[in-house]
């Protein structure tokens, strides 16, 4: 499987490492009141899809970036992929 | 302190072959310091040096030749140069900066391997994943990838020049890896081309 990099263009899957869903961007706030169930929710539950996926790769025999790999788990075509960096500041995170 | 007089031993002692129409070299006497930006901060490294800052993927070099920067990844550069005192590489590169980063002396972490030849791109074929054809690779283009399971960076200095940094610890193991792949293609460009024809590699 190839990865198209955002910064080095075409990369072997081999380079790369790869950790789960892209949610994991997403992690809950220790200070809220339902924290513990919110962090249940965020480690344990997963969808599974028979299709496209939202995904974290690392690249680590590369420029150590972290990526958001959308790809589709039945034809492992890739159809888009950003920096998971621009990502999290996308949605709120300070980094 | 004791006054100890030493002397550098370099990884793979001074190695020098040729095999077929490739040189093999160890490059000694370098220093390679990395300078990562502060959390935040990726814009201060671009003004911090008198050479222009690299995209990732590139490299530029000094007026003089003597200093290089790798841009291997975002918000971090390596830099390839000699230092005026080997035991201050990483104060010279920090004196050197308009802005503060974290600098860190990784001399003596790595082996520096030069390939120079007609045949070195069908040498790196054999051992490396990346197009280096001239249009996708061409001189100046750094970029860290998987060699022989070994996470390697390799460079094009010129046309037909390449360096190749492994990590100290695995140099011989490496090294073997690229004295077999040279071997390789010149056993192959001895056989007699009604062999290479029935391979498919004339």
Not at chain 2, 167 to 190: D, G, K, M, Y
Request: charged share 25%; with cysteine.
């Amino acid at each position: 499987m190839i990865i198209p990099h955002p910064l080095l263009g075409p990369r072997d899957a081999s380079e790369f490492v790869y950790l789960g869903d892209a949610s994991l961007i997403d992690r809950p706030d220790p200070r809220a009141a339902d924290a513990l169930q919110q962090f249940h929710d965020y480690l344990y539950l997963r969808d599974n899809p028979a299709g496209e996926h939202r995904e974290l790769w690392f690249h680590e025999h590369g420029d150590r970036s972290w990526l958001v790999v959308t790809r589709n788990t039945l034809t492992h075509e890739i159809t888009a992929v950003e920096l998971a960096k621009k990502v999290a500041l996308e949605r709120g995170r300070d980094r | 302190m004791a006054d100890h007089a030493l002397t550098a031993a370099s990884p793979l002692a001074g190695y020098a072959r040729t095999i077929g129409d490739v040189l093999l070299t160890e490059v000694g006497d370098y220093n390679l310091c990395s300078v990562a930006a502060p959390l935040g901060e990726d814009e201060a490294l671009v003004d911090s040096f008198d050479v222009p800052r690299p995209a990732t993927g590139q490299s530029s070099i000094s007026t003089d030749g003597a200093t290089r920067l790798l841009g291997l990844q975002p918000d971090q550069i390596l830099i390839l140069f000699r230092a005026d005192d080997p035991d201050r590489a990483a104060d010279q590169v920090a004196a050197a900066m308009k802005t503060a980063a974290y600098v860190t002396d990784q001399s003596d972490s790595w082996v520096l391997l030069a390939l120079e030849g007609a045949d070195v791109c069908p040498v790196l074929e054999r051992l490396c994943m990346l197009d280096l054809d001239d249009a996708a690779f061409p001189a100046g283009a750094v970029s860290r990838t998987v060699m022989e399971h070994l996470s390697v960076i390799i460079l094009r200095e010129r046309d037909n020049r390449f360096l190749l940094f492994n990590p100290r610890s695995s140099a011989r193991s490496f090294l073997h890896a690229v004295e077999t792949a040279a071997e390789t293609v010149l056993l192959q460009s001895n056989e007699p081309v009604s062999v290479r024809h029935r391979r498919g590699t004339s």
